[in-house]
């Protein structure tokens, strides 16, 4: 299907909200859906069947003064077109890609990481999942056995079994994670030394421990909670990567991690988000 795409910014001299609720209901009165807000502007589509002209005549029944452009939109297959907003991300050695890209000559397999943007948390485009990624090739060395708590897409997982890990539990609270963990993990060809696993974190860390390397990209009141059990389950040399934590919450994770007996070895941070290396003290 053609859709129509208005666009009603207020007329001259018209201040932004000026008559703006009653734009909106006059648009949403004549069928649509949903109204974008763009600066002044607002934005919504109608099917191409309809009449321009009663929908000028609409809006201009709410504000006489308002500036309206109706123009088509071709017909897109939403299905495929949002996939040119799923980029290649490279982060230190390694190589995020969806697999519609994963073909590039340009990719060096052993170091890439193919990941369908499903459901699942962890395709690369967000600041806390580099930051783990950006650390852990300081801190992954071969023969390490990972616990990457809140695994999501096994994103980190995978990574870590790239970086040289030979066991890796990718452990995942929610069920609708689950089967694009496992055919991530699947895709990437590390199923036999990565295992996807259902289940609590708090309760499922000890029984896999020892462990010499704890991922975790979870909410900073989930880590706080769970220091305790990653300190017991860390071998004598182990190291932890946290992240998920917002910036702001740097100075209160600190206090936490020195009260616990941590120390932080080193820090990352992108945008609002930081992440941080913590070892046993």
């Known amino acids: ?22 734009v909106l209901a006059a648009l949403f009165a004549a069928g649509s859906q949903g109204v974008q807000e763009e600066g002044d502007a607002l934005l919504t589509h109608f099917p191409e069947t309809t009449d321009p ?40 050695a390694l190589t995020i890609v969806p697999p519609w890209l994963a073909t590039d000559p340009s990719i060096d397999p052993a170091a890439t990481i193919v990941i369908d943007p499903g459901t699942a948390f962890g395709t690369g485009d967000h600041p806390t999942t ?34 040289g890990a030979s066991r890796v539990a990718a452990i995942e609270l929610d069920s609708d994670a689950i089967g694009n963990a496992e055919e991530n993990v699947w895709r990437n060809r590390v199923d036999s030394r990565v295992s996807v696993i259902e289940g609590d974190a708090a309760m499922l860390l000890p029984l896999i421990a020892p462990v010499r390397v704890v991922l975790a990209n979870i909410l900073s009141s989930v880590l706080v909670g769970i220091l305790p059990r990653m300190a017991e389950s860390l071998t004598a040399d182990g ?24 120390s932080v070895e080193r820090e990352d ?13």
Do not use: C, F, N, Y
């Not at 308002?66 to 799923?86: R, Y």
């Open 239 to 262: 190291r932890a990567i946290l992240s998920g934590m917002l910036l702001q919450e740097r100075e209160t994770m600190l206090a936490a991690l020195a009260s616990g007996g941590w």
């Open 53 to 92: 002209g009663a929908l000028r005549a609409a809006i201009a029944g709410a504000d006489a003064g308002a500036a309206v452009d109706i123009a088509p939109v071709p017909d897109v297959d939403w299905s495929e077109a949002w996939k040119t907003g799923v980029r290649v991300h490279r982060v230190g």
């Open 130 to 163: 580099r930051g783990v990624l950006r650390l852990m090739q300081h801190v992954i060395r071969a023969g390490d056995v990972v616990a990457d708590l809140g695994a999501g897409s096994a994103i980190l997982s995978i990574a870590a079994a790239r970086l």
């Open 1 to 22: 299907m053609t859709w129509l795409s208005v666009r009603v910014r207020p007329g001259a001299g018209g201040a932004p909200g000026h008559h703006r609720e009653a």
């Open 269 to 281: 941070t992108e945008d609002l988000w930081w992440s941080a290396t913590i070892a046993r003290r």
